[in-house]
């Protein structure tokens, strides 16, 4: 489907990658090679996929990438074991801990565990401090990638009343920090809702951009929005489906429901699921070139 109300996160993430692609190519002229370790504990089949997919991206941009696979029975000593000597190794720029962990590992630990200079998913209670103080070191991967979507678009976020639903970590409450920032790209009035927000629906239908972030196949249908809204679907469902597969990805909007209303939407798949991976590139780039003390202009397009 090609419409104008489309935002393409893949070809975002083409733009972002091929710049990423030429900071590498300037680390290389200072002798840097960056490199990103990828730590997957267990064999969750989706985890697999998505740490397969980094490590792919990595190769294609000229970044190092070493996959760390570890069996499920894995303690939680190990792996600190394990992100100690990562920490360590000069050689290696980033650390991503692929979550979620299985239930003997604490993930707020492992978290803490990563050196913040090498902590490319902005989880570390350092990180987050200086995203929401407005100084950030990188950016968390999916918000990042949400902002650059909006910019790439020249959606305006400023006076803007931008609604979240869902509150996580990765998601929801990073992506709240960011676009309340006084900052251009940012500068919007913020409502975060959630699963105990009473009468959901008041708060979306007020919303200007309305981000989606629930978990929840189709979730938000058209009596949710008003006309106009900019949608950005971050969800990614895997509904039955009569094909190959055995199955469809969905988003957590209802797509067809809502398209007639909507001034623009982020489509699932090809959306805001691609901008992850390439801003997850981008913070390798700049904790690498951090580390090593070299000065990269990380805006240069
Ligand atoms: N595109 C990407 O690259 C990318 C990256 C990350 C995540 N995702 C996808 O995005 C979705 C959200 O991920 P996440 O990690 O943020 O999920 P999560 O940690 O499960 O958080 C879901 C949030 O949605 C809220 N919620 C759940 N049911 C609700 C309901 N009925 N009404 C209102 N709020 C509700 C929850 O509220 P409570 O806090 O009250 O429980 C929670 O805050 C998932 O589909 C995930 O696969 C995509």
Do not use: W
């Not at 680390?27 to 997957?40: A, D, F, I, R």
């Not at 000229?62 to 990562?86: A, F, M, Y």
């Not at 949400?146 to 009343?161: A, F, P, Q």
Request: some cysteine; proline content about 5%; hydrophobic content about 40%.
């Amino acid at each position: 489907m090609d419409d104008p109300k489309l935002l393409k996160g893949k070809i975002v993430a083409q733009h972002v990658n091929q710049r990423v692609e030429k900071m590498v190519q300037l680390l290389n002229e200072h002798g840097v090679q960056p490199k990103l370790s990828v730590v997957l504990v267990g064999d969750d089949p989706a985890s697999k996929v998505y740490v397969k997919r980094k490590g792919k991206s990595c190769e294609k941009l000229g970044i190092k990438s070493e996959t760390i696979q570890l069996p499920d029975t894995t303690t939680e000593g190990e792996l600190l074991d394990i992100i100690e000597q990562l920490n360590k190794d000069t050689d290696n720029h980033g650390i991503l801990v692929q979550l979620p962990l299985p239930k003997q590992i604490r993930e707020e630990v492992i978290i803490r565990s990563v050196n913040p200079l090498k902590d490319v998913d902005c989880f570390h209670p350092q990180n987050v401090g200086l995203l929401v103080t407005g100084n950030p070191y990188v950016l968390p991967c999916t918000p990042a990638g949400i902002l650059e979507i909006l910019k790439y678009y020249e959606i305006e976020t400023e006076g803007k009343h931008a609604v979240i639903i869902g509150r996580s970590n990765i998601v929801g409450k990073p992506l709240a920090n960011l676009l309340v920032q006084k900052q251009k790209m940012a500068n919007a009035t913020v409502s975060v809702i959630h699963s105990r927000t009473k009468d959901l629906a008041e708060y979306t239908r007020q919303a200007d951009i309305l981000i989606a972030a629930i978990g929840k196949a189709e979730f938000v249908h058209s009596d949710m929005i008003k006309d106009g809204t900019v949608v950005i679907d971050v969800g990614i469902n895997r509904v039955d489906a009569d094909n190959e597969k055995g199955y469809r990805l969905v988003g957590d909007v209802n797509f067809d429901s809502v398209f007639s209303k909507v001034a623009r939407i982020t489509p699932v798949p090809g959306g805001v699921g691609p901008m992850t991976i390439a801003m997850l590139m981008q913070n390798t780039i700049t904790a690498a070139s951090f580390q090593e003390g070299i000065t990269i202009e990380k805006t240069a397009n």
